[in-house]
């Protein structure tokens, strides 16, 4: 079988391990990545020398270098830490914007790395679109469809969220027009019109989004995106209907009464886009939306409010899309964070990448494809045969070891701890919410929660910022409740030292 060695400094391994080892740098992987680091142990500020210098080299062939914040040493990696090229070892608790499932340097994950019986996918890159393999019809089912939504059992695989959430769209648009032709293939001015740009084969048709919702950067995407200035500047976009998303008050238990009418407010606008939309002749084939909005800054809505929305998206003819890219996985406590809202039937498509190791949509019977329609949501690689390998052990060992429960525990501490902070410090701390580990917390202003953050992180502590003011926590689902215990300890310390 193929070993790998990895070289980690013995002062940095848990006691339990360094035990074993005290002259040897170079350490078995298979003995070493079940252990973790006791505590965060930092060296320099983040970004140290080392990241500052390679970011001066990575500038000097990619001018798109403002997004980095520090170089990482993977494989000095272990669990909840990631380790910088500086040496710092810092507790995760963002996972690269929640796309690690599993920590990093998974044992089980590496041992599908190092599976020979894996080897002719990871060598070969094939065009799955034209060429599947022999086995991929058992890998999606294995993988994929093994944890399907509730009432899904078609999955179209792709690479990344915005080209997940772009195809997903076109799926709707298909099922739309499908409907409106009563099933009729297309006619011929609509295949040639199409070529054009021009009506009748490009429709004049639209999806309806909301206020502060973010789905990618592509740019049918970016049409649907509401968040922040630079993430669209420049570039053109869909005049597409956006209806505000729900502003609640929290404790959600302490203000449903007046949540309850701000959703109702905001569901009477979406039915009133919908019938001006209709009236301008661009009538809307889909409503997308987020479970949580995530870059938005974690909003929450109610199960109500969505089970309302589909309602009205079922009256309008329209099709209902979740953006399942940042909640899908498990870190709400369910794997599909719309399993929260008891909707009486299945969304229309549902979106997924991120934590799932690869992008795709899943859909509905309504929304799937003819044999007519080949071609028409496709791209060379149509996934990735190795991420699928990999989110299958993902997801046999989130059953092994029920993460689902334990995301549920580690929440539940997190957001108590949050949540005793608020009440200790309230002109400081506001709006504690969350789902599982899924969770925020709002600062003062923005200037305060900017410096909160980076002082976090040059203690051993990453964590994300969204929204105005908010910090939101994104940690892998092997998350337990001492690491939480060590963040509140650190977090309180910084919140005592604000003015």
């Known amino acids: 079988m193929l070993r790998r060695l990895y070289s980690v400094p013995v002062q940095h391994l848990t006691k339990s391990v360094r035990s074993q080892f005290t002259s040897a740098q170079t350490i078995d992987v298979e003995s070493l990545v079940p252990n973790e680091y006791e505590a965060p142990c930092m060296k320099t500020p983040v970004p140290g020398p080392r990241s500052k210098a390679l970011c001066a080299d990575l500038d000097d062939v990619n001018a798109n270098i403002g997004h980095v914040h520090f170089f ?56 799955f679109g034209n060429f599947p393999s022999t086995d991929w019809p058992e890998t999606v089912r294995n993988a994929l469809i093994s944890v399907a939504p509730p009432g899904m059992r078609y999955v179209q695989p792709m690479m990344c969220g915005a080209c997940s959430n772009e195809h997903g769209y076109k799926a709707i648009f298909m099922a739309y027009q499908r409907n409106k032709r009563g099933g009729l293939p297309p006619t011929q001015e609509e295949m040639d019109s199409s070529v054009h740009n021009m009506l009748p084969g490009s429709p004049k048709l639209s999806l309806l989004s909301f206020t502060n919702a973010f789905h990618g950067r592509t740019t049918a995407c970016l049409s649907n995106t509401h968040t922040k200035w630079f993430h669209k500047l420049d570039f053109p976009t869909f005049d ?28 009477e606008q979406v039915q009133d886009l919908m019938e001006k939309a209709e009236k301008k002749g661009e009538p809307v084939a889909g409503i997308v939306v987020e479970p949580i909005q995530a870059e938005g800054g974690d909003n929450h809505a109610s199960g109500r409010f969505f089970r309302e929305l589909q309602k009205i998206a079922k009256k309008n003819g329209a099709a209902l899309m979740i953006d399942e890219v940042q909640t899908g996985c498990g870190p709400t406590g369910k794997f599909w964070a719309h399993e929260h809202w008891d909707l009486p039937q299945p969304p229309d498509v549902v979106c997924f990448s991120k934590k799932m190791q690869t992008g795709g949509f899943y859909f509905t019977e309504e929304m799937k494809p003819t044999s007519a329609d080949s071609y028409r949501i496709f791209n060379t690689w149509m996934g990735d045969p190795t991420k699928l390998l990999l989110l299958r052990e993902v997801i046999n060992v989130i059953k092994s070891q029920n993460l689902l429960e334990n995301v549920v525990v580690a929440g539940e501490h997190l957001q108590g701890g949050l949540s005793g902070l608020q009440r200790a410090h309230p002109n400081k701390l506001e709006n504690c919410r969350g789902l599982g580990t899924f969770v925020a917390i709002d600062l003062r202003n923005g200037k305060m ?47 005592l030292s604000l003015p």
């Open 240 to 267: 597409w209907p956006c209806a505000p998303f729900p502003k609640l008050r929290y404790p959600l238990e302490e203000f449903q009464r007046e949540n309850d009418a701000e959703e109702d407010r905001c569901l």
């Open 449 to 495: 929660r900017d410096e909160v953050v980076k002082s976090l992180r040059n203690e051993g502590f990453i964590v994300g910022a969204c929204g105005e003011r908010s910090i939101r926590f994104r940690p892998a689902l092997v998350c337990q409740k001492h690491h939480i215990s060590m963040f509140l300890d650190q977090f309180e310390k910084e919140i």
């Open 72 to 127: 990482v040493n993977y494989e000095a990696s272990r669990g909840n830490y990631i380790v910088d090229a500086d040496g710092n070892v810092l507790l995760d608790l963002f996972t690269q914007i929640s796309s690690v499932p599993l920590g990093y340097n998974h044992p089980n994950l590496i041992q599908v790395m190092m599976d020979p019986n894996n080897m002719a996918s990871l060598v070969n890159r094939p065009a």
